[in-house]
């Protein structure tokens, strides 16, 4: 048994190690009489969603003793979620400690975003290093695929956990520029970790 299946619990997201089991796909395309007949699978589904409707509410009403709730609900502003690495936020530049963008200006992450959010404009320093004299993300167009982040190989671009802020009533508020999008590494350190873990193995 290796570490992992000893925990009850994901190390990442949390999540009981038995539902994130693979799970058994009917190949069969043809319907069965049971799905053919429809009203029985409706009823079904009223049933699920009946039940987890009862239970939500039960546990909102009367909370077992002790327990402020017992339902999944956040009480957003005054609560925030923790966030797992996986979650794809905002898209940032990664900054060094010195404060310049690691971005070398290939030009990967705009050639492959499929909605064209980002646009660059390279320049070079006195040392020979190509590096982005503008770089522009319309985030009224960026789809959070994390194309970008895959794609560039310095790591200078990662989907951080920023969820807050994204809509706007003004457009021209959600055209970030450089300044704009450079983070700190230290402070996506843990999205880092995470894509060096999954892109370094064959694992789609």
């Known amino acids: 048994m290796t570490d992992l299946e000893g925990k009850m619990n994901h190390p990442?997201?949390?999540?009981?190690l038995d539902k994130l089991k693979p799970?058994?796909?009917?190949?069969?395309?043809?319907?069965?009489?049971?799905?053919?007949l429809y009203v029985p699978e409706v009823l079904r589904g009223l049933g699920i969603t009946t039940k987890h409707f009862a239970s939500n509410m039960l546990g909102f009403v009367k909370p077992p003793k002790g327990k402020k709730r017992s339902v999944f609900t956040v009480y957003y502003p005054e609560e925030r979620v923790?966030?797992?690495?996986?979650?794809?936020?905002r898209p940032v530049l990664v900054a060094r400690e010195d404060g310049t963008e690691k971005?070398?200006?290939?030009g990967l992450c705009e050639k492959i975003c499929p909605a064209a959010a980002i646009s660059i404009v390279a320049g070079e320093r006195e040392d020979s290093e190509?590096?982005?004299?503008t770089y522009s993300l319309d985030m009224a167009r960026c789809v959070y695929c994390g194309y970008c982040e895959e794609v560039c190989p310095k790591e200078a671009i990662v989907m951080s956990a920023e969820y807050e802020g994204l809509a706007e009533r003004d457009r021209s508020q959600l055209l970030y520029t450089k300044e704009r999008l450079l983070r700190s590494e230290e402070s996506v350190r843990?999205?880092?970790?995470?894509?060096?873990r999954i892109y370094s193995k064959c694992n789609y």
């Open 82 to 89: 923790t966030l797992p690495a996986a979650y794809r936020g």
């Open 103 to 106: 971005c070398v200006a290939c």
């Open 130 to 133: 190509r590096y982005p004299l």
């Open 12 to 16: 990442m997201v949390g999540v009981p």
């Open 190 to 196: 843990g999205r880092i970790e995470y894509i060096r």
């Open 23 to 36: 799970k058994k796909v009917r190949k069969q395309i043809d319907l069965t009489l049971w799905e053919k």
